[in-house]
T-cell receptor, first 116, second 115 residues
Framework: DTGVSQDPRHKITKRGQNVTFRCDPI?????LYWYRQTLGQGPEFLTY????????KSRLLSDRFSAERPKGSFSTLEIQRTEQGDSAMYLC??????????????FGPGTRLTVL | GNSVTQMEGPVTLSEEAFLTINCTYT??????LFWYVQYPGEGLQLLLK?????DKGSNKGFEATYRKETTSFHLEKGSVQVSDSAVYFC??????????????FGQGTTLQVKP
């Protein structure tokens, strides 16, 4: 069990550019979540996958945001035409629905996005 | 709607002092409650949890009791150490057949412990 990993850890981009983040969940975790955390605030839910199906999206997820989990393993979060307000830490978490520790979410280290 | 409210920080304590971080929630039904900790430069780690009323979660000397009557889940530790300096987040997860399991977090409370 290597934990949840995210790549890159830091991303600096110019306004208007597209960015893509990757999350590798704990193996065999069927649930995957994306959250966004701004400075001094708690994480806010963005979207949720069960296996490869995206089952919920927050109102925070504008049309510029898209997430995928094509084979039910890793996930990507893409932001198109970035804006300065997109600057935040993007967190990924995973959980399983079976066994001990079911439904406990394990978080990755996050990707810090800075939009100039 | 569902929400979590934590006491404002930062909280500054001397080593070996008693810690309480207040957390209250608003939720439909009977949520599961969590405390997560974020050490400087690290990701969120689950500290403890409780899934039903009167349950007590505990870990690393920290405790929190699920109080349905006061809708609270206050975090306590009898004797803090410098290494406990971190940001603490209270969170809830609602139940239900359509539940996605998403967490709703409070704004976080920064704890600074001085030697």
């Amino acid at each position: 069990d290597t934990g949840v990993s995210q790549d890159p850890r830091h991303k600096i981009t110019k306004r208007g550019q597209n960015v893509t983040f990757r999350c590798d969940p704990i193996s065999e975790h069927n649930r995957l979540y994306w959250y966004r955390q701004t400075l001094g605030q708690g994480p806010e839910f963005l979207t949720y996958f069960q296996n490869e199906a995206q089952l919920e999206k927050s109102r925070l997820l504008s049309d510029r945001f898209s997430a995928e989990r094509p084979k039910g393993s890793f996930s990507t979060l893409e932001i198109q035409r970035t804006e300065q307000g997109d600057s935040a830490m993007y967190l990924c978490a995973s959980s399983t629905t079976s066994g001990s520790g079911a439904d406990t979410q394990y978080f990755g280290p996050g990707t810090r996005l800075t939009v100039l | 709607g569902n929400s979590v409210t934590q006491m404002e920080g930062p909280v500054t304590l001397s080593e070996e002092a008693f810690l309480t971080i207040n957390c209250t929630y608003t939720a439909t039904g009977y949520p599961s409650l969590f405390w997560y900790v974020q050490y400087p430069g690290e990701g969120l780690q689950l500290l403890l949890k409780a899934t039903k009323a009167d349950d007590k979660g505990s870990n690393k000397g920290f405790e929190a009791t699920y109080r349905k009557e006061t809708t609270s889940f206050h975090l306590e530790k009898g004797s803090v150490q410098v290494s406990d300096s971190a940001v603490y987040f209270c969170a809830l997860r609602t139940r239900g057949s359509s539940n996605t399991g998403k967490l709703i977090f409070g704004q976080g409370t920064t704890l600074q412990v001085k030697p």
